[in-house]
């Protein structure tokens, strides 16, 4: 009847038009969902590693891949710390392990190492069916999380909890997933605010952006090495304390995208301010392997607030690791974990009650996890390739950082601090009057300016400061020390080309 009478209001006699465009057309309807009436704190999310740039960068590769000739041959991508993408050859012994773990048929095969055989058969018996394919428990196979507390104890020689121990989908997962308990209901100065390094890496931003928070940014001193003072963090905590109600500090050692590493001082520092101002403590410490200067050392967060002493050993902290990075590079399989050290027993609860509606994290990432935190022992079988490739890998990143630092300090115009840890360097750029004039005229901050030329001309994708947050006035860019010796050096000298050509140009 609906249908009959619409047809008769807009005296149509034929029955046939009586359907669901003649419909839409009648009752003008329209998405449910538009750009101007969904979520809006979604929209302002930015994640610069994979922006405008990134975007551009797959443009030029189709371009090139249709026969368009450009003044390079292929796209250099340096924007993301993705370590097998750019070359790394993957760990012999952790993928026999998942190999084994994914096709349990391959325990018959003789050439798979009977240390491989008998850590894959110990993650299977702790899985459903012994299967890989089965769902764990939320917090993570119970066999994995036992693994990564002695990895904990035997690097901080203190002991590790298994129940303190989530396994997540990379260590973004559990950054999340923690930030997410931190967050208030509340409008305006009780809205949660996040300390945050400055610059930092742009999950940050990205999150506290799509939680409504309210980003403390606390700039870290490029004059001293990317080095950390109280006074920064008291000034910006207290400049912050009219707008947002501050509830923790993020620190991320070694530094993305500085490539810093906090000494201990710094870090017993960040505690006693923290511990003053009522913080959370919320320590990223994915490239914990991930230090090459002779000076420099990582220290766990966990390490220096339990010797530290009550009341500093009774503060709360989350401390983040993943496969991704280290001399692993893993970044596919998305492993990783938290520790969470004194959170209060309901709060725990509730963690665990959130984590369950996503059931688990992926097994086959949790099982590669544990063959970094479960790495062949001495007189094991697989030890000695797996301690020539770990070496390999990390010898040639140190080799990398400084080749990249004493490159860019060679070059007028830039300067760079030391690459102390991490996969990256972040130099400053000197820009040209007449080219901040031409990026304005673009609508592009300078350091994108510069970076989107670099890209044309180049084809080296690199990512520039303002993704990352810097201090007004000054120009950056992140780029990786990842790609092979050889690819690097031949990277390093296509950019010197370029910056000489374009400060000529702009000068």
């Known amino acids: 009847m609906m249908l009959r009478s619409s047809t008769k209001i807009v ?33 302002n999310i930015e994640y610069a590693v994979r922006g405008p740039i990134v975007i551009r960068a797959g443009e030029l590769e189709n371009e090139l891949k249709q026969g368009v000739k450009k003044n390079f041959t292929c796209i250099t991508r340096a924007n993301i710390g993705d370590c097998h993408a750019t070359g790394q050859e993957p760990l012999t012994f952790l993928r026999q392990v998942v190999a084994l773990c994914v ?34 428990d939320s917090a993570g196979v119970p066999v994995i999380k036992e693994d990564v507390a002695k990895y904990i104890a035997e690097r901080d020689g203190i002991p590790a909890d298994p129940l303190n121990i989530y396994l997540c989908g990379g260590a973004s997962e559990g950054i999340r997933n923690v930030m997410k308990l931190l967050m208030t209901t509340l409008p305006g100065k009780e809205r949660a605010g996040i300390m945050i390094p400055i610059p930092q890496y742009p999950l940050y931003t990205a999150s506290i952006a799509e939680y409504n928070a309210v980003p403390i940014g606390y700039y870290l001193n490029e004059a001293d090495k990317w080095s950390l003072s109280v006074d920064e963090l008291k000034r910006a905590i207290t400049e912050a304390k009219p707008f ?19 000494t201990r001082q710094n870090i017993e520092d960040i505690i006693k301010f923290a511990k003053e101002e009522n913080l959370f403590i919320m320590a990223d410490e994915v490239y914990q392997h991930n230090v090459y200067a002779k000076d420099s050392k990582f220290y766990s967060f966990k390490k220096v607030l339990t010797e530290l002493g009550p009341p500093y050993s009774e503060m709360e902290l989350a401390s983040f690791m993943s496969i991704s990075k280290g001399y692993m590079g893993e970044c596919g399989f998305r492993g990783g974990y938290v520790e969470v050290i004194n959170m209060d027993p309901a709060v725990k609860a509730m963690l665990t009650k959130a984590i369950s509606a996503k059931l688990c994290s992926a097994v086959t990432g949790q099982a590669a996890l544990d063959v970094v935190v479960n790495p062949p022992k001495p007189g094991e079988p697989s030890y000695p390739l797996f301690k020539q490739q770990k070496e390999k890998v990390l010898g040639d990143l140190a080799e990398k950082g400084r080749m990249t630092t004493e490159l860019f300090n060679s070059i007028p115009g830039i300067s760079c601090n030391p690459v102390q840890g991490a996969m990256y360097a972040f130099p400053k750029l000197d820009i040209p009057k007449k080219a901040l004039e031409a990026a304005k005229a673009k609508g592009l901050a300078a350091d994108a300016f510069y970076c989107f030329a670099l890209l044309e001309e180049t084809g080296i994708c690199v990512v520039p400061g303002s993704g990352f947050g810097q201090k007004e006035g000054t120009w950056h860019f992140r780029t990786t020390i990842l790609p092979p010796l050889d690819q690097l050096a031949d990277m390093l000298k296509k950019f010197e080309r370029f910056h000489v050509n374009f400060i000529q140009k702009y000068s």
């Open 11 to 43: 005296g149509l006699s034929n029955r046939r038009l009586c359907n669901v465009e003649l419909l839409d057309k009648i009752f003008k309807r329209c998405k449910v969902l538009t750009i101007d009436n969904m979520n809006p704190h979604v929209k």
């Open 103 to 136: 096709y349990p048929p391959l325990m018959k095969d003789p050439s798979f190492p009977d240390d491989a055989k008998q850590r894959a058969d110990r993650i299977l018996n702790s899985c459903g069916g012994r299967s890989l394919g089965a769902y764990s």
């Open 244 to 262: 947002c109600k501050p509830r923790a500090i993020c620190i991320i050692n070694p530094g993305n995208p500085t490539g810093q590493v906090l």
